[in-house]
């Protein structure tokens, strides 16, 4: 079982809608980021959360760390939010990050 | 303004070859530093990280080696390269000064022939 699990795998959306990726962890954490991983590879940090909500632009991630469950949201989605969505958990226990498979999100015009 | 490099960005090796991706840092100092493998249609893996100089934690057995020479340089090899190796590999640093923060290399495309 994998320390961190994302839902859904695959997300095809219309441009436009409200948008929810999940992720779920089984360890302790100190934080928890959110990253995105375009076409080309290349990773960028939306958020790190340690408790509550954090908002930028159209995207807002929430963490309960009682059900030890945080989520992304995307508002109006667009075209150019097509993209891989990650979740990574950095461990208090130790300096590792546990990395959730992804979410392939698909925005269509 | 931290920002991390890493390279090259592509490469195609024969089996059996070495191997050898830098990735530097600027804008921090003794950050963590950790070199991850994306197979096609998997996560991220930790392959192995290092908390400073000349420390380095493996997480998986393999034939790939790391080193950290100097702070903020961080260096993944391998002597004989495996079919199995090709992937995509991230180098990440977190900067835990300004409230760990983790930031990504551009990435390493490595096909193995």
């Known amino acids: 079982k994998n320390e961190v699990e994302q839902s859904p795998q695959n997300l095809t959306a219309q441009e436009g809608e409200f948008i929810t990726i999940n992720c779920s962890y089984s360890v302790g954490i100190s934080a928890l980021h959110w990253l995105q991983q375009h076409p080309g590879g290349g990773i960028v940090s939306l958020f790190m959360?340690?408790?509550g909500k954090k908002k930028h632009g159209r995207l807002i991630a929430t963490i309960n760390i009682q059900e030890k469950h945080s989520s992304l949201h995307i508002t109006a989605s667009h075209p150019r939010d097509s993209a891989v969505y990650i979740c990574?958990?950095?461990?208090?226990?130790?300096?590792?990050?546990?990395f959730g498979t992804g979410t392939s999100l698909t925005v269509i015009p | 303004s931290q920002t991390i490099h890493q390279w090259p960005a592509t490469l195609v090796q024969p089996v059996g070859s070495p191997l050898s991706l830098e990735c530097t840092v600027e804008g921090t100092s003794n950050p963590n530093l950790y070199w991850y493998r994306q197979a096609a249609g998997r996560g991220l893996q930790l392959l192995f990280y290092?908390?400073?100089?000349?420390?380095i934690s493996s997480e998986v057995p393999q034939n790939l080696s790391a080193s950290r020479p100097q702070d903020r340089q961080f260096i993944l090899s391998s002597k004989k390269l495996l079919l199995s190796d090709s992937g995509f590999y991230l180098c990440a640093c977190l900067r835990t000064r300004s409230g760990n923060t983790i930031y990504f290399g551009e990435g390493s495309w490595l096909t193995v022939v």
């Open positions: 290092s908390v400073g100089i000349g420390q």
């Open positions: 990574a958990v950095r461990s208090n226990t130790g300096n590792q990050f546990y």
């Open positions: 959360l340690s408790s």
